[in-house]
Every structure is written in structure tokens, then in C-alpha cells.
């Protein structure tokens, strides 16, 4: 055929589509990108979620800016909400209230905003934790494992910015702790503070700032972050979890092309209908019921975001004895009287500093400990990774312990106890909690793991009691199946390297640390049924092991 006739006999839509594809090479990425492979898991969907509460973000937040007025001008209200009716708050506050009870669907859209803000940022943490238990952020994903981090990061920053906006008494509060922490940052402080708010606290111009940092600079880089990090994971390919054809070298799973694509597209669906059905069923953030902002009354009883909430149980408690602190004595300040305010640095910095630095550094660190340089495609299961998921728990129980401290006062008032005693309760979790979340952690896993190497060996245990000619009691034991032993014996577990001395004959001191910190993991281990060890299992247990018959007399 001709072109000419070629193009004769093609539909219009074809043309067009042609046309594009002409331009935009669109059928080579499709066909590039359409044919990836994705291994199928429940747990690889915390990511998708994340995905999409972004993009209703997105949306939702666009109409907001429609209607909201970022100014901190004075006005007096007179909207249709009777109970403020005439009270002067800012331009900020009153175009919230409009959104919220004059602008059609208005409230509606607020919600669907501050709801899927919530999910966004618990969505992202779930998904970060199913990163870390299963090592997939090991080589090579930690790139991707540190721009996933900045990402928190920045999510973090997008919910508070946000949640500020209205200029409500709750979001206000909220404010004057990041002013009381900022002002307390040695020597610079003040200056910062200053600087962020246009002078004294809260001045006129924070409001105007936030919203641009909440409506363009932090999506912009939430959006350019996201796709660095999902360019990686087409990049590196999904990891899988282990299982029978399963290897370090392919991926077993679905085409992008139509299977996921067509999935993921009914499952944004889904996530965006249920944010739509709690957004019309249940109030959030009610800032109506809060007030305009003002420095003197602290509602009690109000609680921040919850993903802002450890920061706030931090400040409660720690005790007020280190509160502004003077170091002169010890340390002569060159730049004159200088007061440390340890009460406020202390709780607001360190936890922090701690979490996010652990969490940014861990993929090294385990390195450095295993000494594993390897590539790893194959996900572990948690258990058997003990020291990896013993440290993560008491990474959670540490932040959840902050978290609690941020409810104090409704765990006192619900519970009819004290809060000084709350308070002492928990600053006793915030030190014990990790460590025996820590030792607890290990001792199940390896439990499990050892739970595990009996049934490989031995079968599972039926329930079935039998009694024998000669009067026997046995329980039937039952073998497994191909696929679910290979799912058991599959994983590696770590030995441990004692310090190795230099090529000088000498053990550094890191090197040192770094095996006593091999020992301390991984002393206590379970390997993996070995062919040899299920060979002579069976063999010892006969063939009606391998068929599926196998009894354990009871009682010996
Ligand atoms: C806005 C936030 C985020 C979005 C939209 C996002 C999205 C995704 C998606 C869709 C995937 C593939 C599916 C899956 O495994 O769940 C993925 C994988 C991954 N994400 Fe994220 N993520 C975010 C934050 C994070 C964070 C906070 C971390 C860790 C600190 C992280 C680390 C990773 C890693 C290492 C992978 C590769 C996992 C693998 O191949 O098994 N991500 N992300
Ligand atoms: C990761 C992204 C985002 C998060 C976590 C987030 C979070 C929030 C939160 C918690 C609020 C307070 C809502 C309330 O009043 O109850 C808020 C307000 C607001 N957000 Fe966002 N937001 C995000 C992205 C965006 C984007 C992309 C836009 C605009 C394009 C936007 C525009 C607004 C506006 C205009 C308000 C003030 C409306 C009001 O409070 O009445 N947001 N945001």
C-alpha cells in the first residue's frame, strides 16, 4: 500500500493518534513501559495509596485556593455561621468559614482535603515500614530508600503548612510551638523568628508565607521527588517476595499493560470514593468551633494532626527542671548573656534528630554491620531479619510513646487517672518502651523462625488425634506443600563477622564496634532447613511423611 492510501484507510482517531505518536514517540514508552512486570502483594499497595491520596490533594486543593484568602488582615465576620456573626478575626479565618458554610460543596471539599491529608502521611509512614521490615530499601535502592525519606520529610511540612492556613485558634497554637522552638535555638533564634514571621510573633505576614510554601514549593517537590523515586523503582524493578521461580535475577508478576494499569486506575477510584465517604460522613477539624486565633486561650482537650502530635507529647515530657538554663558559668558565651532553654531544644530536636537521622543512615548501617554488598531482589520476610525488625519495632514504640504523651490530658481525663501520673508513666515507656519492644521482638521472631523450621521438618500438626492398636495416643502431623516449605527454607541468615584485623595486622576501633555490633544481632540465630536436614528428617520419619501421614506420639 501506498502512504498515501495507507493514510486514506486509517479511521480519523488513528490519524490523530498516529499524528502524536509521530511527535511524542507515545507507542515506544507504551510499549516500553506497558510490558514491565510488577510482582503482585497486599503489601506493595501502601505506595499506590500514597500515590493517590497525592494526586486528590491535588485536586481537592486546587479548589480550596479558589476561595481561600491567605491575608491576615483584620475583619469582622458576617457570614451565614450565626455564633461568629460580627467577631473580628482575620481575612484568612473568615474565607475558611466561607469555604466551610457559604461556598457550595465548599465544606465538603475541606474535608476531602484534610481527610486525604491524613491518609497521604499515615498511607507514606505504612509504607515506609513495609520498606524497612522486608529490607527493600538493601542495595540497590538506597538512593530510593533516602528520597523516599525526603519525602516524609516534606510531607510532614506539607500537612503542617497546610493545617496552619486557617488561622484558627487550634492551627494558631500550633504556630506559637514552632515560634517557641525555633526562639529557642541558641544565639540564631530569635533572629530566625523574626525573620519567619515578620517580626514579633505572629505579626501580619506568616499566613501569606505558609500558603506559598503549602500551595507551590512543597507539591512542587513532593511532584519532583515522586518521580525521581518512581523513575528508580522502574529503574531498579519491583522487589518480590520469595517463592518458587522467584530469583534474584527476574520478577514474577503482571504487565503493567492492561492488568495493572487497569487496576491501579479501579483503585485510585476506590481510594478517592471512601476519602469522599468519610469526608461526607464525618467532621474534621471544625475551626468554627475552635475561634479566630487568639495568643491567650488554649483550648483543652484539642488535639494536632497525628502525624504532628509526637512532636507535642516530646515538649510534655520533659521536665520542666532544665527549662532555661544558663550556661555562662560553664561555657563563656563571646557573644554576651545567652540563656540555653534545654526543656524546649532538648525534647523538640533530639527525638528528631534521633528518628530521622537513624532512619536516613540505616541502609549504611546495616551494611556496614553485615558486610553484605550484595544485591538483594528478594524481600526478606520479617522474622527473618530479627535484629532489622527488633530495631524497627522499638523505632515505632519510641515515636508511639511521643505520640501518646501529645493525649495526656484525654488519656487522664478519659480514664479517670492522673495526669502527673500519665506523665511519669510514659517518660518511664520513653526509655523503657524501645528497649523491651527490642528484646520481645527478637525473641518472637526467632520463636517464629524456629516455629517454622519443626513444620518444614516435621509437618503441621492436624489436630487429629489418633489412637493406635495397641492404645496409643498420636497426633497426625501433616507435610507441607512444595510451595509453602520452599516459602519457609528460602532466606539467609546472617552469621556473625568478628572484627577483622587491617592489612597492618591491627583491629581499628570501628572495626571493633562494628563486630561486638555483628555479635550483638546476630548471636542468636536460626539458619534455614538445609536439603540435607529434610532429607534426613524424611528419612527418619519414613515415607508417609512425604505423603502426608505422619503421626508425633504424645507424651513423648
Ligand atoms: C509521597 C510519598 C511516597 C510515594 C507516593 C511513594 C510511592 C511508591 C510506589 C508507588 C512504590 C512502588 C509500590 C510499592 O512498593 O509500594 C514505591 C516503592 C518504594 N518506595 Fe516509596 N513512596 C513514597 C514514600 C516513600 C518513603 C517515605 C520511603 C522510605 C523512606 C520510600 C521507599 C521506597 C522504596 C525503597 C521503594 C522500592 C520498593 C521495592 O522495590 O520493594 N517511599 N514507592
Ligand atoms: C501533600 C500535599 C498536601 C497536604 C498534606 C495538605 C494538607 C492540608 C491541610 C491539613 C490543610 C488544613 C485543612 C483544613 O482547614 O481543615 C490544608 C489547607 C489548605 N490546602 Fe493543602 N495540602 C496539600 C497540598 C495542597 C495543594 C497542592 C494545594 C493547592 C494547590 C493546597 C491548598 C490548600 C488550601 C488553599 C488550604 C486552606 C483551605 C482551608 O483551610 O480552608 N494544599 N492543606
Same mark, same amino acid.
Given at each position: 500500500?501506498?502512504?498515501?492510501?495507507?493514510?486514506?484507510?486509517?479511521?480519523?482517531?488513528?490519524?490523530?493518534?498516529?499524528?502524536?505518536?509521530?511527535?511524542?514517540?507515545?507507542?515506544?514508552?507504551?510499549?516500553?513501559?506497558?510490558?514491565?512486570?510488577?510482582?503482585?502483594?497486599?503489601?506493595?499497595?501502601?505506595?499506590?495509596?500514597?500515590? %493517590?491520596?497525592?494526586?486528590?490533594? !491535588?485536586? /481537592? $486543593?486546587?479548589? =480550596?485556593?479558589?476561595?481561600?484568602?491567605?491575608?491576615? &488582615?483584620?475583619?469582622?465576620?458576617?457570614?451565614?455561621?450565626?455564633?461568629?456573626?460580627?467577631?473580628?478575626?482575620?481575612?484568612?479565618?473568615?474565607?475558611?468559614?466561607?469555604?466551610?458554610?457559604?461556598?457550595?460543596?465548599?465544606?465538603?471539599?475541606?474535608?476531602?482535603?484534610?481527610?486525604?491529608?491524613?491518609?497521604?502521611?499515615?498511607?507514606?509512614?505504612?509504607?515506609?515500614?513495609?520498606?524497612?521490615?522486608?529490607?527493600?530499601?538493601?542495595?540497590?535502592?538506597?538512593?530510593?530508600?533516602?528520597?523516599?525519606?525526603?519525602?516524609?520529610?516534606?510531607?510532614?511540612?506539607?500537612?503542617?503548612?497546610? %493545617?496552619?492556613?486557617?488561622?484558627? !485558634?487550634? /492551627? $494558631?497554637?500550633? =504556630?506559637?510551638?514552632?515560634?517557641?522552638?525555633?526562639? &529557642?535555638?541558641?544565639?540564631?533564634?530569635?533572629?530566625?523568628?523574626?525573620?519567619?514571621?515578620?517580626?514579633?510573633?505572629?505579626?501580619?505576614?506568616?499566613?501569606?508565607?505558609?500558603?506559598?510554601?503549602?500551595?507551590?514549593?512543597?507539591?512542587?517537590?513532593?511532584?519532583?521527588?515522586?518521580?525521581?523515586?518512581?523513575?528508580?523503582?522502574?529503574?531498579?524493578?519491583?522487589?518480590?517476595?520469595?517463592?518458587?521461580?522467584?530469583?534474584?535475577?527476574?520478577?514474577?508478576?503482571?504487565?503493567?499493560?492492561?492488568?495493572?494499569?487497569?487496576?491501579?486506575?479501579?483503585?485510585?477510584?476506590?481510594?478517592?470514593?471512601?476519602?469522599?465517604?468519610?469526608?461526607?460522613?464525618?467532621?474534621?477539624?471544625?475551626?468554627?468551633?475552635?475561634?479566630?486565633?487568639?495568643?491567650?486561650?488554649?483550648?483543652?482537650?484539642?488535639?494536632?494532626?497525628?502525624?504532628?502530635?509526637?512532636?507535642?507529647?516530646?515538649?510534655?515530657?520533659?521536665?520542666?527542671?532544665?527549662?532555661?538554663?544558663?550556661?555562662?558559668?560553664?561555657?563563656?558565651?563571646?557573644?554576651?548573656?545567652?540563656?540555653?532553654?534545654?526543656?524546649?531544644?532538648?525534647?523538640?530536636?533530639?527525638?528528631?534528630?534521633?528518628?530521622?537521622?537513624?532512619?536516613?543512615?540505616?541502609?549504611?548501617?546495616?551494611?556496614?554491620?553485615?558486610?553484605?554488598?550484595?544485591?538483594?531482589?528478594?524481600?526478606?520476610?520479617?522474622?527473618?531479619?530479627?535484629?532489622?525488625?527488633?530495631?524497627?519495632?522499638?523505632?515505632?514504640?519510641?515515636?508511639?510513646?511521643?505520640?501518646?504523651?501529645?493525649?495526656?490530658?484525654?488519656?487522664?481525663?478519659?480514664?479517670?487517672?492522673?495526669?502527673?501520673?500519665?506523665?511519669?508513666?510514659?517518660?518511664?515507656?520513653?526509655?523503657?518502651?524501645?528497649?523491651?519492644?527490642?528484646?520481645?521482638?527478637?525473641?518472637?521472631?526467632?520463636?517464629?523462625?524456629?516455629?517454622?523450621?519443626?513444620?518444614?521438618?516435621?509437618?503441621?500438626?492436624?489436630?487429629?488425634?489418633?489412637?493406635?492398636?495397641?492404645?496409643?495416643?498420636?497426633?497426625?502431623?501433616?507435610?507441607?506443600?512444595?510451595?509453602?516449605?520452599?516459602?519457609?527454607?528460602?532466606?539467609?541468615?546472617?552469621?556473625?563477622?568478628?572484627?577483622?584485623?587491617?592489612?597492618?595486622?591491627?583491629?581499628?576501633?570501628?572495626?571493633?564496634?562494628?563486630?561486638?555490633?555483628?555479635?550483638?544481632?546476630?548471636?542468636?540465630?536460626?539458619?534455614?532447613?538445609?536439603?540435607?536436614?529434610?532429607?534426613?528428617?524424611?528419612?527418619?520419619?519414613?515415607?508417609?511423611?512425604?505423603?502426608?501421614?505422619?503421626?508425633?506420639?504424645?507424651?513423648?
Amino acid at each position: 500500500m501506498s502512504t498515501a492510501t495507507e493514510f486514506q484507510a486509517k479511521t480519523r482517531t488513528g490519524r490523530i493518534a498516529d499524528f502524536v505518536d509521530q511527535r511524542v514517540g507515545g507507542s515506544m514508552m507504551v510499549k516500553e513501559f506497558g510490558r514491565k512486570i510488577f510482582p503482585d502483594h497486599w503489601s506493595f499497595m501502601f505506595g499506590e495509596v500514597a500515590l %493517590y491520596t497525592f494526586v486528590i490533594l !491535588l485536586i /481537592s $486543593g486546587t479548589f =480550596l485556593t479558589f476561595f481561600f484568602d491567605p491575608s491576615m &488582615a483584620e475583619t469582622h465576620y458576617d457570614g451565614s455561621y450565626n455564633p461568629l456573626r460580627g467577631v473580628e478575626m482575620s481575612v484568612a479565618y473568615a474565607s475558611s468559614l466561607d469555604i466551610s458554610f457559604d461556598v457550595r460543596g465548599g465544606l465538603f471539599m475541606r474535608q476531602v482535603h484534610h481527610w486525604s491529608a491524613l491518609l497521604f502521611v499515615a498511607s507514606v509512614s505504612v509504607h515506609m515500614l513495609r520498606v524497612f521490615f522486608t529490607g527493600a530499601f538493601r542495595k540497590p535502592r538506597e538512593l530510593n530508600w533516602v528520597v523516599g525519606g525526603v519525602l516524609l520529610v516534606l510531607s510532614l511540612a506539607a500537612g503542617f503548612t497546610g %493545617y496552619s492556613l486557617p488561622d484558627d !485558634l487550634l /492551627s $494558631g497554637n500550633g =504556630l506559637r510551638i514552632i515560634d517557641g522552638v525555633v526562639k &529557642a535555638l541558641p544565639v540564631v533564634g530569635t533572629y530566625i523568628s523574626a525573620f519567619l514571621f515578620g517580626g514579633e510573633f505572629p505579626g501580619t505576614a506568616i499566613i501569606g508565607r505558609l500558603y506559598m510554601l503549602h500551595i507551590m514549593l512543597v507539591p512542587a517537590l513532593i511532584l519532583l521527588m515522586v518521580a525521581i523515586h518512581l523513575f528508580m523503582v522502574v529503574v531498579h524493578k519491583h522487589t518480590q517476595y520469595p517463592g518458587p521461580g522467584r530469583t534474584e535475577d527476574n520478577v514474577v508478576g503482571f504487565p503493567v499493560g492492561p492488568v495493572y494499569a487497569a487496576k491501579a486506575g479501579g483503585f485510585f477510584f476506590i481510594v478517592f470514593g471512601v476519602i469522599a465517604l468519610i469526608s461526607g460522613f464525618f467532621t474534621i477539624n471544625p475551626i468554627w468551633n475552635y475561634g479566630p486565633y487568639d495568643p491567650s486561650p488554649v483550648s483543652a482537650g484539642t488535639q494536632p494532626d497525628w502525624y504532628i502530635g509526637w512532636v507535642d507529647g516530646a515538649l510534655r515530657l520533659m521536665p520542666g527542671v532544665l527549662g532555661n538554663f544558663s550556661f555562662e558559668w560553664i561555657i563563656p558565651f563571646p557573644w554576651g548573656n545567652n540563656t540555653l532553654v534545654l526543656n524546649v531544644l532538648l525534647p523538640a530536636l533530639v527525638p528528631a534528630t534521633v528518628l530521622l537521622g537513624l532512619m536516613f543512615t540505616w541502609p549504611w548501617i546495616e551494611r556496614w554491620i553485615t558486610r553484605d554488598n550484595r544485591e538483594h531482589h528478594i524481600l526478606d520476610r520479617p522474622r527473618n531479619a530479627p535484629f532489622r525488625t527488633a530495631v524497627g519495632v522499638a523505632g515505632v514504640i519510641f515515636y508511639s510513646v511521643m505520640w501518646a504523651a501529645a493525649s495526656s490530658d484525654l488519656i487522664a481525663t478519659h480514664f479517670h487517672v492522673s495526669l502527673n501520673d500519665v506523665t511519669y508513666w510514659l517518660r518511664a515507656l520513653f526509655f523503657i518502651g524501645p528497649v523491651v519492644g527490642f528484646i520481645v521482638t527478637r525473641r518472637l521472631c526467632l520463636a517464629l523462625q524456629r516455629k517454622d523450621r519443626d513444620i518444614v521438618l516435621h509437618g503441621r500438626e492436624a489436630g487429629i488425634i489418633e489412637m493406635s492398636p495397641e492404645g496409643a495416643f498420636s497426633e497426625r502431623h501433616e507435610q507441607l506443600d512444595e510451595y509453602k516449605r520452599y516459602r519457609l527454607v528460602s532466606f539467609e541468615s546472617h552469621d556473625v563477622i568478628p572484627a577483622q584485623p587491617n592489612a597492618a595486622g591491627h583491629i581499628s576501633g570501628p572495626e571493633k564496634s562494628r563486630g561486638a555490633l555483628s555479635r550483638f544481632f546476630f548471636e542468636d540465630r536460626v539458619a534455614p532447613v538445609t536439603p540435607a536436614e529434610l532429607a534426613e528428617a524424611h528419612a527418619h520419619h519414613g515415607p508417609a511423611a512425604v505423603e502426608g501421614g505422619e503421626k508425633a506420639q504424645i507424651g513423648h
